[in-house]
């Protein structure tokens, strides 16, 4: 899992599915790159001398936030960290659990208030023209 951060700004901003290959980070990439950062912090991979120059590439672990982005992911999500009979390990439902946690950390628990309040108002209100 590729994953991409504001190093001011908590949460994660944008992540790919996939393994550490140049083609699964040219789609992270294409999402990145529209805005326009004044540099990239990077881990030092050697994919990204392929996508990032020189003067905007800075290769540090101090500057970033991605570490602690992907603790926080795998605190919540186990099928992250390891392989068991607990949940599906299909893909489409790993991103779909991966969409849900980050959503739950950006906005937290009020949406999902929200939520259970309207589909208990809902139940609640008797359907037009039954008796």
């Given at each position: 899992m590729w994953t991409a951060v504001n190093k001011n700004i908590p949460g994660i901003l944008a992540w790919v599915l996939g393994d550490r290959s140049s083609e699964t980070?040219?789609?992270?990439?294409?999402?990145?790159?529209?805005?326009?950062?004044?540099?990239?912090?990077?881990?030092?991979?050697?994919?990204?001398?392929?996508?990032?120059?020189?003067?905007?590439?800075?290769?540090?672990?101090?500057?970033?936030?991605?570490?602690?982005?992907?603790?926080?992911?795998?605190?919540?999500?186990?099928?992250?960290?390891?392989?068991?009979?607990?949940?599906?390990?299909?893909?489409?439902?790993?991103r779909y659990s991966i969409r849900l946690v980050i959503h739950y950390l950006k906005y937290g628990t009020d949406v999902l208030r929200a939520l259970c309040a309207r589909k208990l108002q809902a139940m609640a209100t008797p359907a037009a023209g039954i008796a």
């Open positions: 980070f040219k789609v992270l990439w294409q999402i990145i790159s529209c805005w326009h950062s004044y540099f990239y912090v990077t881990d030092g991979n050697p994919v990204y001398p392929c996508f990032i120059s020189n003067e905007d590439h800075i290769v540090s672990k101090t500057m970033t936030r991605v570490e602690g982005e992907n603790s926080r992911l795998r605190h919540y999500l186990a099928r992250l960290h390891r392989k068991t009979f607990c949940y599906s390990k299909s893909e489409e439902m790993l």
